[in-house]
């Protein structure tokens, strides 16, 4: 109506534009992947990794850090946790930028649907990152993003469709209800 009209004026007034989100495609290959199942959260030696292990795993993926163990450059001699299993490629796409929560969901019913052919993957994971400096608060607590800024979320998806729900939030944030 008019007030959209008042908006888009005010914005090509002051040459404020809409940027689209940065979406980057990669193939992992021979990634070591922990060994996961739905129902062990905590993991059992031997035999899965828990919750706690795939987080920090998936940390060091998503920031490409080298998962070899080899102290040549001692930034990181992490490696992937045991039991873990060789993947002969892995799909990465990261989008950056301002996300609507409804197209987040879009991307996880869409994630969901992989699993309704047959697929060699056990699991597959959606990471939902926030800004630093974003707003976001959970009961009456502000966002302490002057202290570290942590707001991210994690759903691991498994192959019968039970999921894993992982929350990290800032030491001043409460966790959300």
Known sequence: GAEGSTLMSY?????????KPKITFSTLKDLECPVLQSNELQGKPDESCGTEELFEWLGAVLNQVSL????SSFLSTY???????????????????????????????????????????????????GFADSPVSWRESEHGFH????????????????????????TNDDCPP
Not at 89 to 114: H, N, R, V
Not at 154 to 167: E, G
């Open 68 to 71: 070899n163990n080899k102290s």
């Open 11 to 19: 914005f090509s007034k002051n040459q404020i534009q809409a940027l």
């Open 147 to 170: 202290k570290g800024g942590e707001n991210l979320y994690n759903f691991v998806i498994f192959r019968n469709l039970d999921y894993w729900l992982q929350m990290a939030v800032g």
């Open 79 to 129: 490696c992937c946790p045991q039991p873990n299993t060789t993947v002969e490629k892995a799909f990465l796409c990261t989008i950056t930028g301002f996300i609507i929560p409804e197209k987040i969901i879009q991307l996880l019913e869409q994630l969901c649907c992989y699993f309704g052919e047959p697929k060699l993957a056990y699991w597959l994971t959606l990471t939902v990152h």
